[in-house]
């Protein structure tokens, strides 16, 4: 059935379709991102289904479904249970930028403190040890994009001896969103990361694609590992041998960590706590209260009284420090 629309009415229809399971979140600028990057197969699967129900204009159709409020119409339903489009939607939500309080505690104050701690602790003057940073929950690369921006200054000095020798591991579970960005095979509209990064941030960070796309430059991938970790995954845990980290972001991830049936998930605070060295910072988000509380909970515990930072107004923010006395 061939489909006579332009691509940004798709994308138009594509954004009408996630913000009804976005409740009141803004998904302008992460389907900015979504719809080039998976255009292709998002088509292919609407079309599919499509077929299966022998609906013709299957855009047109989806728009004015949603406009009528018709949730329930076969179509809404087939969609709502298309893997690919569950893929790569609801958990992946996210933004840049998405937290600046929280950012601007850890990169204003917490990590020139690590960092000086880090380099008065040095044995020699040259010592080649990192200081490790880990980013757990990578979505689409917003919040990497987020920490590069403010490591600016580091990053971007280019007389060896002024540098900070910082690493960078970002973590995901295996998926075809992580397998992208791993690749350097994710594109980001001009339009969105220039109204987060400065000129010469961006030329540094990034490379274009063409006049309206860019693409992370290969610095990114000298200095950033991209490393499979499934928290759910036991003998993935197991097996894990990065280094460990000074700083741990775990931002927005606990909540999409379903158990298995009678499991409780302690051993994942035990993992986070064995990959954070003494001294080290973790930063947890979990915009839901409710959902696997006691994760957090349990972090409150295990590092009792080492709260550097919470918050609880939007969400429930608390930053720690591993052996705080
Ligand atoms: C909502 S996004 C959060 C992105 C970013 N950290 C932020 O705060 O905006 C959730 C991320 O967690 C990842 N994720 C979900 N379950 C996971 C698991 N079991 N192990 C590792 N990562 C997981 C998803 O693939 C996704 O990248």
């Not at 004015?64 to 809404?76: K, W």
């Not at 992946?92 to 020139?112: A, G, N, T």
């Not at 700083?247 to 606990?254: A, D, G, Q, T, Y």
Request: glycine fraction near 2%.
């Amino acid at each position: 059935m061939i489909d006579l629309v332009s691509q940004e009415y798709k994308k138009l229809v594509f954004k009408s379709f996630v913000q009804i399971g976005a409740l009141t979140l803004s998904v302008e600028e992460f389907i900015d991102i979504v719809f080039p990057n998976f255009a292709n197969e998002i088509e292919s699967e609407i079309l599919k289904i499509a077929e299966s129900l022998q609906i013709a204009d299957v855009w047109v159709n989806i728009k004015n479904i949603i406009d009528a409020n018709e949730f329930e119409h076969p179509l809404m339903i087939a969609l709502y249970k298309n893997e690919l489009l569950r893929e790569i939607i609801g958990p992946e939500y996210s933004f840049i930028d998405r937290y600046p309080k929280v950012y601007d505690r850890i990169f204003r104050e917490i990590l020139p403190y690590l960092i000086e701690k880090f380099n008065t602790n040095k044995e020699n003057a040259d010592d080649s040890t990192y200081l490790s940073i880990g980013l757990i929950g990578a979505s689409y690369g917003q919040e990497l994009i987020t920490i590069l921006k403010y490591l600016f200054p580091y990053l971007s000095k280019t007389e060896n001896s002024e540098k900070t020798a910082l690493n960078i591991d970002v973590l995901n579970k295996p998926n075809i969103i992580f397998d992208k960005l791993k690749n350097n095979n994710l594109i980001y509209p001009k339009t969105v990361i220039s109204k987060y990064m400065s000129p010469e941030e961006l030329q540094f960070y990034f490379r274009e694609l063409d006049s309206e796309y860019l693409y992370f430059s290969d610095l990114i991938f000298k200095q950033i590992r991209f490393i499979n970790l499934n928290l759910l995954d036991k003998n993935n845990l197991e097996e894990f041998e990065a280094k460990k980290y000074n700083l741990i972001f775990l931002h927005n991830v606990i909540q999409y960590l379903e158990p298995k049936k009678g499991e409780d998930l302690n051993f994942i605070c035990q993992f986070l706590d064995s990959i954070l060295y003494e001294g080290g910072i973790i930063s947890i988000i979990n915009e839901s209260k409710v959902i696997n509380s006691h994760i957090t909970n349990s972090f409150e515990h295990l590092y009792k009284l080492s709260g550097l930072y919470s918050e609880e107004k939007v969400c429930k923010a608390s930053i720690y420090k591993k052996n705080y006395y």
